[in-house]
């Protein structure tokens, strides 16, 4: 550009290449260049890609984590103002929608002004990609008592038997903090007939109910944090991802029916001394894994005053203890069923295992997968740990697969890692 142009270049660009960089864009920001000139208020109408979220109306530095409840109801009806103002000014049929995603509060009317727009939009446009994130306004589980799942749960079925348009074209749920009734959640699978993805946290039908889930087109199934004893993946024919963390009983917690295309599986509990540990030979019996992640959260008792913690911690009273460390799931001989289980096995990661159990399970899984091309342990010990024998045999194998070696030491000076790999 000369000395003393003003010439406009980006507005002189086409308007599919203005799309894509506004597309680029959160929607807060997009909508702002409205003001530039009339074409880009027009270029608005036009996005393919509409992430509408509560995050992107708070002051800045706020988190959604510790919103107050002034600022939680104006974030939300922000958001509602959003999403009814960039909908309404699209012509119908003209632009295919690639995703339209909305993140909002239960709270008040806002999810039905939500709903009735996104329905709306949904049967005269065309949307490839729905996702509602429908949130409580609170991410601690333990200041979350049993009434105010119920209601949060009763507040979700309002909302979602008033939408009953847009929730049949979703995608995409994430839900979390609802305690639902016996049959929600599957009228919610019912209903929500082009769904490839479902997150559930802190999710259930009462403690220690049995969750069944049958979808003919989920592909993505994750289950964090529900007081769940059962899981039952009855009828799943796309189902390639599943994620499992956190369960409350070991008796036969997970059941997989016909899931032929399953490839990934990550599954972490809390190991427990009262229960006993299961064969992941059964627990996987009809999948053909490409990818296993296992996570241990063990249980920790200090000897001297019987503290007992779930999960690792920095906490001073627990750093002086001496600990206990569990594991929920039994390394096995490589037997014929195993074998037929971890034929297709190439990436694992192995995340806390107890100290005691790592040259096991690094022999188990060698043992059982012989295609496997990286290996990720990462071993949580206490003060008396005596590793040599482990690297020396990771060494000799580093010619064969990639190994991932991190322990992780606690003791009372705090805590200190070794980092080891497969490329030296």
Known sequence: MQKGSRDDRLSALPDDILVNILDRLNVPEAARTSILARRWGQLCAKLSRLIISVQDFLPEGVLHTNVSVEELVRTNAAVVQATESILARRNPGEHTIRLLSTTFYLRDDAPLSIGRA????????????????????????????????????????????????????????????????????????????????????????????????????????????????????????????????????????????????????????????????????????????????????????????RFVSRGFTSSPLISSCVFSLQIWVQPECPTQSLASVFRQLRFVNLVNIPEGYDLTWTMFILEAAPLLKDLYITVCAYLNISFCNMVLMLVQMSALLKIYFHLCCFCHAGMGSCVFNGDG
């Open 118 to 305: 996104v329905g709306h939009v949904m049967a005269t446009h065309l949307v490839e990609v729905a996702k509602f994130t429908v949130r409580t306004g609170k991410d601690d589980i333990a200041e979350i008592d049993d009434d105010e799942l119920i209601t949060c749960a009763r507040k979700f079925m309002v909302f979602f038997d008033a939408c009953s348009n847009a929730f049949g074209g979703l995608t995409s749920l994430d839900l979390e903090n609802l305690r639902f009734g016996e049959s929600d959640i599957s009228s919610i699978l019912v209903s929500c007939k082009q769904l490839k993805h479902l997150h559930l946290y802190n999710c259930d039908c009462g403690e220690h109910s049995t969750l069944q889930v049958d979808h003919a087109h989920l592909s993505e199934l994750c289950i964090v944090q529900c007081l769940l004893s059962h899981v039952k993946l009855s009828w799943l024919p796309q189902l390639t991802q599943l994620v499992f963390d956190g369960w409350i009983d070991y008796d036969d917690p997970l059941f997989i029916g016909h899931v032929p295309l399953l490839k990934a599986v990550s599954l972490t509990n809390v190991a427990l001394s009262s229960n006993k540990m299961f064969k992941l030979s059964e627990f996987l019996s009809s999948t053909s894994v490409q990818n296993l992640k296992l996570g241990f959260k063990s249980e920790k008792v200090c000897q001297d005053c």
